[in-house]
């Protein structure tokens, strides 16, 4: 059996950051083809792009966000975000990354052995990427994922433009969710999500499409886990979705999943280089995740009154207001 410095399971956001990174001879298994089959709305600020060398993917820039919740606030953003291309993403770090591709499906891990349709493979370091069921994670503790903690969205891209992004908690549009409208040039990317876990909500889609006087088009979507889960499971690193990275409330787990990808990628190259021990990494790693523990308690305590229409009508003005807003948005980015 071959063993490698790294095997990464599962190559998007989070698999790509850690491969974009790491030197030595890497294997990183998806079982599609790298940038196909886009499940996200694929929004996030800017400068992440930029910092990683994707502006090329970007299709249109905001400078504000427009709040629907459910009265109409036009609320400026401290850092602007974008929506892009997930393809041209994922083939502009795929290009430059060292790490050899394999298309399987993962199994599970016993030890370092991770077990592929595609044969076993081993390594001393391990990170599952493979999104909310955290496959490999699994493999190992069956109750890992918390089902009672998924959120699941759906989106069609349609023909609308507008200038701003917009973001709607409505009961009248999805009860216990979202809805969001993310222009991308001469189409928006329209969607909604169910915080309750409910999966049939293409009949909301379609009417939240229809008010805008326009037909639903092919959709995509999946679950969004919320809540972090814990970023170290025996001897396996943790990075996006499969640690539960995308924060509660918003979703936005493009920013997040990159930022702790990149940091376990540093930590693993340290490890590679025989500088540091597994032991060390990946305690180390979980104390970089976890620090961040109270922020995403902070905002699943505020989920649940939000979607279920609790906060008084004073207390959303009040964050729609300019300068609160920017102390909001300032502790939401933990700046
Ligand atoms: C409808 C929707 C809209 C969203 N919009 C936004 C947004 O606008 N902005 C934002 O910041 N976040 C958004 N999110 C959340 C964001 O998409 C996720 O947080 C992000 O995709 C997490 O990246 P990831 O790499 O951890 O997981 P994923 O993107 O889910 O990638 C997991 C990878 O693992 C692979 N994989 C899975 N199982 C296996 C297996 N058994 N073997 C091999 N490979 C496997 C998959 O093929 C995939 O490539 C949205 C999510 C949804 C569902």
């Keep these: 059996m071959h063993e490698y410095d790294a095997i990464i399971a599962g190559a998007s956001f989070a698999g790509l950051a850690v491969a974009d990174i790491l030197?030595?001879?890497?294997?990183?298994?998806?079982?599609k083809d790298i940038g196909t089959r886009q499940t996200s709305a694929c929004a996030t600020f800017t400068s992440v792009l930029e910092e990683l060398g994707c502006r090329n993917s970007i299709i249109q820039e905001f400078d504000t966000i427009t709040l629907h919740i459910?009265?109409?606030k036009k609320v400026e953003l401290i850092e602007p975000i974008s929506t892009f291309d997930y393809e041209k993403f994922c083939k502009i770090i795929a290009q430059r990354m060292h790490a050899k591709t394999l298309k399987a499906s993962v199994k599970g891990v016993s030890r370092d052995v991770v077990m592929t349709d595609a044969g076993n493979f081993s390594s001393q370091c391990i990170i599952d990427c493979t999104g909310w069921k955290a496959v490999l994670a699994s493999s190992i503790r069956n109750d890992y994922v918390d089902r009672s903690k998924l959120a699941f969205g759906i989106e069609s891209e349609v023909d609308y433009t507008d200038d701003s992004l917009h973001f709607f908690v409505d009961p009248d549009?999805?009860?216990q969710g979202a809805a969001w409208i993310f222009p991308t040039g001469r189409k928006s990317r329209i969607g909604v999500a169910s915080y309750a876990g409910k999966t049939r909500i293409l009949p909301q889609l379609s009417g939240f499409i229809k008010t805008l006087g326009l037909e639903i088009s092919e959709i995509h979507g999946g679950y969004i886990p919320f809540g972090l889960r814990e970023p170290v499971v025996d001897n396996l690193f943790m990075a996006g979705d499969s640690a539960g990275m995308a924060p509660p409330t918003t979703s936005e787990g493009i920013r997040p999943t990159i930022n702790f990808a990149r940091e376990c990628a540093r930590i693993v190259q340290n490890i590679v280089y025989g500088d540091k021990t597994l032991k060390n990494g990946l305690m180390e790693y979980r104390d970089i995740v976890n620090k961040s523990k109270n922020r995403y308690k902070w905002l699943l305590n505020m989920q649940t009154p939000l979607l279920d229409n609790l906060v008084p009508g004073t207390i959303k003005k009040a964050a729609c207001n300019r300068i609160f807003s920017k102390i909001f948005q300032k502790m939401y980015l933990g700046a």
């Design 23 to 31: 030197e030595g001879d890497i294997l990183l298994i998806d079982r």
């Design 70 to 72: 459910p009265e109409e």
């Design 173 to 175: 549009i999805i009860a």
